[in-house]
């Protein structure tokens, strides 16, 4: 794991911030969740909305999908209009669980 | 125009009333450190005052207003508004806090020391600041013509002296908003009528935000067939760019998250965004039900209004909903007085923070470096005053809906801000020119719309004034990284800082 890394090993004077080469240590572990985070934001937000239409057999967008009832709900309805909020905020949650977790681990190692 | 309706009318004087007292009770119990206070607000307190700091007439009136005439388009407002701060919380919140500078011009002189970008900036929050406002205007507009029986013009001009005696009062007797207690009355006007509505109608009105499926139903099934297929007020395209942004705008908005810079405690700060979210949540799953609500009374009594009154009435559908449902005037007038309050509150944090922006970023740090104290406050209560009158003119006559017209301050965040923002963290790289490129870019994309729209119909499908930024924000973001890549790198002690201070464990 990277984190068993020494993050003071890197040069004094390597002031590199880069959301796609993360330094070793701290950042690139903070990073990584956050990947985790955005992707699962983007795909449940967009990649929904991918699948209306995928499944679509009306240029409106009518489809198995829109004909399932969930509690007492279109699914469509149900996904995007309760769902997703109750998602976002579980997203917050991880995230800060993640970095709960991660700075307690740096911290202690300082 | 019907007349005065005395109940709402004597309500929304008590509640502005009473709102004024709990603000100097705050004051007088906490003192100045007021804002410093959080901790013993607790988590859920700060929750509450980032919600209530959201909350205005587009969350209030304009969501319903939305779904009432496109259906299920309205989600990706919704959606857009929730799941932008997910994007704030996990790319940039916290670095923000760490940085110390929590307006935008401020973040951009600390991090490109640029006075031209700093100016750029200032100009953009303005701008951001006047459009956001005309919404918030058209809302107090229609509600106080509502109370008050009186046309659009006057209770526009009526609206606005009022926000503005208000703002003086609430000024010189130094009182502070206690978002907590403006939370709960705004939540409090906004479910206890929709609980009475559904009860009317005999739905399950405990939760109505549960149980509006079975009227979903009953309107799909009904005579009017209201289709409730996904497409059928916008196409995908559409739906996503929209809602992408107003996710970007929401995070190039970062004074949304107010108290989550002044808590002592960077994690009860972030915990309390989780609050946050939920509190915008419950308004954002009860605001769907008012339009549903409002049209299974339409079909009861079979009355179907004309598309040009459909939308003339679209941004009161949650007043409406309540009149035609029959609830007594007096509780449908605490509907409308929740709304006052939300697009007051956010006109008033609006106001402070465009005049804030030229007295200081522009006025003190441009043009008269050796400003006094006096004479920056002087300017200051000019440009409020200025702005306030600006915003009369502009929203004089608004042809787009509360939260389109939102939706267009939220397109030039995304497309200005949320670059600036997102590079000037994530990427060290990033310096003065590039970020002034960018943000002249953004600007050049937001406009393109509103101005050659009609011209150029291309431009008017993939870059809608509302969702430009689908497109414009990654065009932006690209700009930003070329013109830093061909001109020199900033300071060295910016990147410092940035690297150890503000990326840190």
Redesign the interface.
């Known amino acids: 794991m990277a984190s068993e890394q020494d ?1 003071t090993s890197r040069k004094d004077d ?6 796609f080469r993360p ?1 070793e240590g ?2 690139r572990q903070k990073v990584r969740y ?1 990947w985790i ?2 992707i699962s ?1 983007a795909f449940f ?2 990649g929904f ?2 699948l ?2 995928m499944v ?1 057999n ?5 489809s198995l999908i ?1 004909k399932t ?1 969930i ?4 699914l ?3 996904f ?3 769902f ?3 998602w ?2 579980l ?3 991880l ?2 669980v993640f ?2 977790h ?2 307690k681990l ?2 202690k190692r ?1 | 125009m019907e007349g005065l309706k005395l109940a709402p009318a004597l309500l929304l004087a008590g509640t502005l009333g009473l709102s004024l007292l709990v603000g100097m009770a705050s004051r007088t119990r906490k003192g100045e450190y007021y804002l410093v206070s959080g901790r013993s607000t607790g988590r859920m307190g700060i929750g509450a005052a980032i919600a209530s700091n959201w909350m205005s007439a587009a969350s209030f009136l304009g969501i319903a207003g939305i779904f009432y005439l496109q259906g ?1 388009m309205a ?1 990706a407002y ?2 857009g508004w ?2 932008g ?3 704030l ?3 940039m919140a ?1 670095q923000i806090r760490r940085f110390g500078k929590y307006t935008a011009p401020e973040f951009v002189d600390a991090r490109y020391d640029s006075p031209a970008a700093r100016c750029v900036s200032a100009v953009i929050t303005i701008l951001i600041t006047l459009i956001y406002c005309v919404a918030q205007y058209k809302g107090i507009a229609l509600v106080f013509s509502w109370i008050f029986g009186l046309d659009y013009t006057s209770s526009l001009l009526f609206g606005t002296s009022v926000v503005i005696c208000y703002l003086v009062l609430s000024g010189s007797l130094g009182a502070s908003r206690n978002q907590q207690f403006q939370y709960g009355i705004l939540i409090l006007s906004f479910i206890v009528p929709l609980m009475v509505i559904a009860k009317e109608l005999g739905y399950f009105w405990v939760f109505p ?6 009227a ?2 009953d309107l ?1 099934s009904s005579p009017q067939g209201d ?6 007020s916008g196409t ?1 395209y559409q ?2 760019a929209l ?2 942004t107003l996710m970007v705008g929401t995070a190039g908005l970062p004074h949304v998250l107010s108290r989550f810079y002044t808590v002592p405690n960077l ?1 009860d700060a ?2 309390s ?2 609050w946050g ?2 509190f915008i ?1 419950l308004l ?2 009860s605001a ?1 039900v008012y339009a549903i609500l409002a049209k299974i009374s339409e079909g009861h009594s079979s009355m179907v209004p004309t598309p040009e009154a459909a939308h003339a009435m679209a941004d009161i559908i949650v007043i409406k909903a309540g009149e035609w449902a029959g609830l007594p005037l007096w509780l449908i007038g605490i509907i409308s007085v929740g709304a006052i309050i939300a697009a007051f509150s956010t006109v008033t944090g609006l106001l402070i923070t465009g005049a804030g922006a030229f007295s200081y970023d522009i006025y003190y740090r441009l043009i008269h470096p050796d400003a006094t104290e006096k004479q920056r406050m002087v300017v200051a209560k000019a440009t409020t005053l200025v702005l306030a009158t600006l915003v009369v003119a502009l929203a004089a006559n608004p042809p787009w809906l509360i939260a389109q017209i939102t939706a267009v301050a939220f397109a030039l965040a995304g497309n200005t801000l949320f670059p600036v923002f997102l590079l000037g ?5 990033t310096n003065k020119y590039g970020a002034i490129a960018g943000m002249v870019t953004g600007l050049i994309i937001t406009t393109s719309a509103l101005l050659l729209g009609q011209s150029v119909p291309l431009i008017g499908t993939l870059l809608p004034a509302t969702s430009s930024a689908l497109i414009g924000a990654p065009l932006v973001i690209l700009v930003m990284i070329l013109v830093s890549l061909l001109t020199p790198p900033p300071p ?1 002690e910016i ?2 800082f ?3 201070e503000v ?3």
């Open positions: 993050p390597d002031y590199r911030v880069n959301f330094r701290f950042m956050t985070l955005l934001w937000t967009f909305q991918f209306l239409v679509q009306t240029p409106a967008g009518d829109t009832v509690f007492g709900f279109p469509h309805y149900w995007s209009g309760q997703l909020i109750v976002f905020i997203l917050c949650v995230f800060n970095v709960d991660l700075t740096y911290r300082k | 299920y989600f919704v959606v929730t799941g701060y997910v994007l919380l996990i790319l916290a935000q549960l149980g509006y499926g079975q979903l139903c799909a289709s409730l297929a996904p497409w059928t995908p739906w996503m809602c992408f994690r972030r915990w965004v989780v979210i939920f949540g954002y799953w769907p963290i994530w990427w060290d790289r060295k990147r410092r940035l690297a150890e990326h840190g464990p």
